[in-house]
């Protein structure tokens, strides 16, 4: 490509490979010689329905998915299955939602609509990590048990697959998604948008074990309804076909590169290199979070000698800027800095930033502690 392309850490829509980018273009006015553009193939049509049974192939491939599962191909992001999960499963039972960050929040809140939701743990005004499983009050014969895998905003990821004895379990995946091996029978349903490990915005994934379709609630409208879409191939609406497309094209390029856990070793070798940094800064970078549950892909953190210091962070992000990183700037809810480090990241693109913390710290460091000894000396 012409330009150069900045570093982008978006936490979503987030950077995509450029094999895939360059992929996509060369066939943008040609899909695979159909002489028409994916944008304007009909989502019927005998070309289509290969290149989405190829994804599904993809996908089942890759993460070991069961026959016993179906993979649907939805609409409307992560946020609709807030929706979509209790009008699915509550089966008018209580819910128990494992609250740890902003997205399960705003899941329970929504599932609050549809069936009686018991808080897991207690609330909290701010998260910084996981309660020990004993302490979790969980609900005996439960409809289903609810946790996000990944909070994207807070940077907390589980490093452990929550015990449900029996339950089924339901989990959230959107940011971690397909960057680290797991055991897909432990699960009820699994879901992640595309946009941030798997593809681009349009398209979102639902893996949901068989014997769990069929007992939607009544007022679920149809096309929320996961046996309508199963039974349909997830074509019971126009689907976004680029989103599927370009999903496709990811899912090769994941195996091209190892498979998952390819791609895990990546993301713990990104992770360490930023987290090593953060570490050994004397509090210079720190973050709130527990240790034990730090994110490997969403890796949140605030500058200036534990006390966060905005001129310092601005000081940061555009220094960032300067050396062609963008989108590390942390959500409006708890600012910092964040970064995003997902399945398109490269080890070397995040050494980039590595030099810059180093450098950063380097000199700034000297200036912080100029500072606190004038304030001694007064």
């Known amino acids: 490509m012409a330009c150069k392309r900045p570093i982008n850490f978006a ?81 008018g039972k209580t819910a128990d939602y494992i609250v740890t960050g902003t997205f399960s929040v705003k899941a329970a809140k929504e599932a609050a609509k549809y069936c009686k939701v018991n808080m897991v743990l207690p609330k909290a005004d701010k998260y910084t990590g996981i309660a020990d499983p004993l302490t979790w009050k969980l609900t005996p014969n439960a409809a289903y048990v609810y946790y996000c895998d990944n909070e994207t905003i807070q940077g907390i990821e589980f490093n452990f697959i929550p015990e449900s004895n029996g339950v089924p379990l339901v989990c959230d995946m959107s940011s971690n998604i397909l960057t680290r091996p797991f055991d897909v029978t432990k699960f009820g349903v699994v879901f992640g948008g595309t946009q941030k490990n798997a593809g681009c915005p349009g398209v979102t994934l639902v893996i949901i074990r ?41 899912l090769d390029w994941i195996k091209s ?42 890796i949140c953190f605030r500058i200036g000698e534990q006390e966060p210091s905005e001129e310092l962070e601005k000081a940061f992000l555009d220094e960032a800027v300067k050396r062609n990183m963008i989108n590390l700037k942390g959500h409006r809810s708890v600012g910092g800095i964040r970064v995003s480090l997902y399945n398109a990241m490269s080890v070397k693109e995040t050494n980039v930033l590595a030099k810059l913390m180093s450098d950063f710290f380097g000199s700034h460091k000297k200036r912080e502690i100029g500072r606190a000894s004038c304030r001694e000396r007064v």
């Open 11 to 91: 936490p979503g829509p987030a950077k995509l490979p450029l094999e895939v980018i360059e992929k996509a273009q060369s066939e943008l006015l040609n899909c695979r010689n159909t002489g028409v553009s994916i944008m304007e193939m009909s989502h019927r049509s005998a070309d289509f329905a290969k290149i989405i049974k190829e994804a599904e192939q993809s996908l089942r491939e890759l993460m070991n998915i069961p026959d016993n599962y179906k993979v649907l191909f939805v609409q409307g992001g992560g946020s609709a299955q807030f929706s979509a999960i209790p009008l699915n499963l509550a089966q």
């Open 210 to 250: 068989e014997d769990l379709l069929g007992n939607v609630n009544p007022i679920c409208p149809l096309i929320f309804d996961y046996k309508q879409i199963s039974d349909n191939n997830s074509l019971l609406n126009t689907i976004s076909t680029f989103s599927v497309y370009i999903t496709g094209l990811v």
């Open 257 to 298: 590169k190892g498979g998952v856990t390819g791609i895990q070793k990546i993301a713990d070798e990104r992770a360490k290199m930023i987290y090593d940094i953060i570490d050994s800064s004397n509090g210079f970078y720190f973050s709130a979070i527990d240790k034990n549950v730090r994110s490997r892909i969403n």
